[in-house]
């Protein structure tokens, strides 16, 4: 679940620029992807970002729901269209994509950081913080609960100075908290009574 604030950026930018680009690493089968669409509707441009032979799920189920109109699997050597509804793009080829997905507005990640190495998380977080607009935001929801878990908040916390708490009364473990992060204080979502905690 997005905090408010998150949404008041997203409506604070499409007021600005007309159209918001969002970036899902681990989008699932894609109901995040979904349900951002039909807020947002033709205003809202989603990438959907994972490991090749995941990626089948919210492409189909996705494209379907949008009659397949603007919607794009990028392959190896594929150009980024230069709007669309729905991209799907496999990890593998961030790379060779390079700047090309950005600017992004949103970047989001649930659960699955911790199950990654401390190091794909970092290239994760670097890349986003090269994509994201300055005032470009990440939200994600994320904890180390088992010894094996990488604690990602860690890894964000080396790349991103700026960090906001979202208070929940549905996230009832200690360790689970959802966090947004941005290189900049971003009034939206972090002037609120939640904390804010600057590196």
């Known amino acids: 679940m997005l905090c408010s604030g998150v949404f008041d950026k997203l409506d604070s930018d499409i007021a600005r620029r007309g159209r918001v680009r969002v970036l899902e690493i681990g989008p699932g089968y894609g ?13 809202l441009e989603y990438i959907a970002v994972d490991l090749p032979g995941v990626l089948y799920y919210p492409a189909v189920y996705l494209s379907t729901l949008a009659n397949g109109e603007g919607c794009h699997v990028l392959l ?3 150009a980024v269209p230069e709007s669309f509804n729905f991209l799907f793009v496999g990890n593998h080829l961030l790379e060779e994509l390079g700047d090309r997905l950005g600017p992004i507005d949103l970047a989001l990640n649930t659960m699955s950081f911790p199950e990654m190495s401390a190091q794909q998380v970092g290239y994760y977080a670097k890349l986003l913080k090269r994509l994201l607009r300055p005032d470009g935001i990440v939200f994600e929801e994320n904890a ?6 990488t604690d990602s908040k860690a890894v964000l916390a080396e790349v991103f100075p700026c960090r906001k708490k979202v208070s929940s009364d549905i996230v009832l473990t200690k360790n689970w908290c959802q966090d947004v992060w941005s290189s900049r204080y971003v009034p939206e979502v972090m002037n609120c009574t939640d904390t804010m905690l600057l590196r």
Do not use: T
Not at 31 to 43: C, N, T
Not at 144 to 149: D, Q, S, T, V
């Open 144 to 149: 180390a609960l088992k010894p094996h878990h």
């Open 76 to 78: 190896p050597g594929d």
């Open 31 to 43: 109901p995040l992807g979904q349900a951002l669409r039909a807020i947002y509707g033709d205003k």
